[in-house]
Structure formats: C-alpha cells, structure tokens
C-alpha cells in the first residue's frame, strides 16, 4: 500500500461538501484537473471508487472515507492549535453548534466573552436541532455541541449546563391563559404543536404525560423549538416550550405553567475519542462560566441537578 497524502482526502472532502469536482477545486483555490487526480490516486490506494462519475455523489465508500477524512482534519487543526498554545498564543477556530434556543441568548455572551479573554480564537457557531447537531459533532464537523441531554451516541460524551422549565405558551384569549398555573393532566386532549417522534424533547414530554395518564393531541409535529415557537406566535396553535424559547412571547399570547412537567436539561457534548484542541478547551471553560453567571430562576433558567 502507497501513502496517502492529506491533500487526497480534503480534495474527497471538497467533493462531498460543493457537489462536483468543479466547485470542489475552486473552493480549494486549485483547478479541477488536480482534484481529479488526487480522487483517482486516492480510489487506485484504496482499491474502491470513492465518486460516482455519472451521478456525481459520493459511493459508499467515498462517504466512509469522508467522516473519516473529517475527524483527520480536525485532528491537524487541534494539532496546530495546541502547539500554538504552548508558545502562549492562543490561536485557532473553534466551531461550536448550538440548538436554536440556547443560541439565541447564549452566543452573543460567548462571542463576547471570548473575543475579550481570547482575541486569536475564532468562533464558529450554528444553531441546528439535537437530532442534526450531534452527527455533525460524531463526523468532526463541529468541536462541540449545546443540546438536549440526554443525546443518544456512543461516540460522544456529555455534560449538563443547564435547567429550563417548560411552559405551555397559549393564546391570551384562550380559556387556559387565565389561570397562570394549570396542572399537566389539562393538557389531556388539547390540541398542540408537539416536538417530533423520536426526539428528545418529545421523549421527555411523553414519558410525564403517560405517567398521568394524559393523551396529547398533535396538532402538528416539528423538528425544531424554535421552529415550534415562531408558529405557536403566528397563531398556529399552543405549544409545550421551554423558558428560553418562550421569552419573547408577544402581546396577546401568555405563558403558563405546567404542574407536573419535567425541565429540560441543556448539556455540552464533545466526542469520546481524542483530545479537544486548546481553543476548544478555552471556549468550553468559558461556556460553563458565562452560563453560571446568567442562570436565573425567575426567568425559568436553572442549575443542573445532580444525576
């Protein structure tokens, strides 16, 4: 077996991410002649083809050669970061996703505290669903992740940050909005806007209603809290939301609280195997800092209870 050399792989990369070998070789600033023949030095190494020329998509085997090529390259830039770090400089991206509620109050505090503490690092950040963001994280698309806990993959391992209290966000004329406080088994039967199957969320919510006895009616199910909440504000229907993405509930709308839900728990989740990067291990260290510093119960935001 020859040597395979990293160009090959970013090349097989580039095919994966752009679509065709065109777009492929001006995203890495060469022509397409040279991506052509780092995929075909690559496929005559490996004994297999990587790309399917008619369709244009990768193969089987060029799309398990490319989470592999992903974690490689995320393991040169932490590389490059650490020895960069001992020389007392700081320096390197950090690509973080987040689900789209934590985002939207958390990363303009990271970004904050981060350009001040450490100005050569830069971060990346993406917000996304637990179900999309965790993949990301397995492949080495992303350094971290900020989602619903618990996640479901081997290949990573998580920590709390968090608590939010889930709330049912309403009409404010509907006859539930007037009694600020309502117990779960009221939502028996109500029609809602319901996280989808197979979610987090959605397990989280289920497993409490089915110990009440309680059947929820879907009126619709998404893949998103975000997405949940901008239709619940539009009219579409109540929702089971959490604090976070209930906190900009508009005039003629009203949050309730729900006896008898659990709160949703919001963690950090990095993959089991490897070392994260110095500027990863910075950015983490100020994650769980500012979120300490921002917990407050009065707007449903809590510490993370022991497990």
């Not at 404010?172 to 989808?196: F, K, N, S, V």
């Not at 209930?246 to 309730?256: H, I, K, N, P, T």
């Not at 500027?279 to 993370?304: C, K, Q, Y």
Request: glycine share 10%; charged share 20%; hydrophobic share 45%.
């Amino acid at each position: 077996m020859g040597t395979m050399e990293l160009r090959q792989l970013q090349a097989l990369v580039a095919i994966a991410d752009h679509g065709s070998f065109s777009a492929a070789a001006t995203s890495l600033h060469t022509v397409q002649s040279n991506i052509s023949t780092h995929v075909a030095r690559l496929e005559r190494e490996l004994g297999v083809q990587l790309v399917d020329r008619h369709g244009g998509g990768l193969t089987d085997e060029g799309i398990a050669v490319v989470e592999r090529a992903r974690r490689v390259a995320a393991e040169i830039d932490a590389c490059v970061a650490d020895v960069a770090s001992m020389r007392s400089e700081l320096t390197g991206v950090v690509r973080l996703g987040m689900i789209g509620t934590t985002a939207r109050w958390l990363a303009p505090l990271l970004l904050e505290r981060t350009a001040i503490d450490h100005p050569g690092v830069r971060l990346v950040i993406g917000d996304g669903t637990s179900s999309t963001l965790e993949p990301q994280l397995v492949s080495g698309g992303i350094d971290a992740a900020i989602v619903n806990l618990p996640q479901s993959s081997p290949d990573l391992t998580e920590r709390a940050l968090f608590e939010e209290d889930l709330l049912l966000v309403v009409a404010a004329d509907h006859p539930l909005a007037r009694r600020g406080e309502i117990d779960l088994t009221d939502l028996d039967g109500l029609p809602l806007l319901l996280p989808a199957p197979g979610s987090t969320f959605r397990a989280e919510i289920d497993e409490a209603t089915r110990a009440q006895g309680v059947t929820l009616v879907p009126q619709a199910e998404l893949d998103g809290v975000r997405l949940i909440a901008s239709l619940t504000l539009r009219g579409y229907g109540p929702a089971v939301l959490p604090a976070s993405g209930a906190s900009d509930v508009l005039e003629g709308y009203a949050r309730v609280s729900v006896r008898g839900l659990p709160r949703r728990r919001v963690g950090v989740v990095v993959r089991r195997r490897g070392r994260a990067s110095a500027p990863a291990r910075a950015v983490l260290a100020i994650l769980d800092e500012v979120v300490v510093a921002n917990l407050d119960a009065r707007h449903g935001l809590h510490a993370p209870t022991p497990r």
